[in-house]
């Protein structure tokens, strides 16, 4: 069974910085693209950055300059660099990956949540 879990969230002030990781594990072939999405309390979940095959990125305007997105594919990991933490930024981050397992089944999965709290 594929399993995706996401560390580093936590609680900092506005202009800090967090870096958030997503370890990806089990039958596993390939990872064709990683993303985060956030969902903030009585909002919709938006994805916030996207990386695929072949190292492109995209970011939600509302994160551009401030957010970088990357992986490790030796060690099927993900990861999100925040820095210039806003308030506004305070949600539950979900990890995202589109993978191939082993048995060649393509599927999309989730991580369970970690909590990002910015502070004014």
């Known amino acids: 069974q594929v399993q995706l879990v996401e560390s580093g969230g936590g609680l900092v002030q506005a202009g800090g910085s967090l870096r958030l990781s997503c370890a990806a594990s089990?039958?596993?072939?390939?990872?064709?693209?990683m993303a985060w999405y956030r969902q903030a309390p009585g909002k919709e979940r938006e994805r916030v950055a996207r990386?695929?095959?072949?190292?492109?990125?995209t970011y939600a305007d509302s994160v551009k300059g401030r957010f970088t997105i990357s992986r490790d594919r030796a060690m099927n990991m993900g990861y999100l660099q925040m820095d210039s933490l806003k308030p506004e930024d305070t949600a539950t981050y979900y990890c995202n990956a589109d993978i191939i397992t082993t048995d060649l089944v393509h599927e999309e999965f989730w991580g369970q949540g970690t909590q990002v709290t910015v502070s004014s």
């Open positions: 990386i695929i095959s072949n190292d492109a990125t």
């Open positions: 089990g039958p596993i072939r390939t990872i064709r693209a």
